[in-house]
């Protein structure tokens, strides 16, 4: 059974940056597709960014050029390092790992303010 694991949120300033790491274990395939959505309180869960197994990458538009997603060396592994942040970034971030079945972690909480 696969199991989608996220770390690195914590509380930062405007204008800082967090780095959120996620694995994917139990499986012996590498995953056609990881990714990060997130959900702020009262809204709906939007997508943030994706990376296929050979690095093609997709991001919204609200965090285009401050956000970077990547592959980690490790089998089914994904970073996303977060520059610039503001305070409507604030969400439980979800990594999600695809392949056929998409697999979702449990989330961790990005907390941008003063």
């Known amino acids: 059974q696969v199991q989608v694991v996220e770390s690195g949120g914590g509380l930062v300033q405007p204008g800082g940056s967090l780095t959120l790491s996620c694995a994917a274990s139990?499986?012996?395939?590498?995953?056609?597709?990881m990714g990060w959505y997130r959900q702020a309180p009262g809204k709906q869960r939007e997508l943030v960014a994706t990376?296929?197994?050979?690095?093609?990458?997709t991001y919204a538009d609200s965090v285009k050029g401050r956000f970077t997603i990547s592959r980690g060396n490790a089998k089914n592994t994904v970073n996303l390092q977060m520059n610039s942040l503001q305070p409507e970034d604030t969400a439980v971030y979800y990594c999600?790992?695809?392949?056929?079945?998409?697999?979702w972690g449990e989330g961790t909480q990005v907390t941008v303010q003063s």
């Open positions: 139990g499986s012996i395939f590498n995953m056609y597709l």
């Open positions: 990376v296929t197994a050979n690095g093609r990458t």
């Open positions: 999600t790992a695809n392949r056929g079945t998409t697999y």
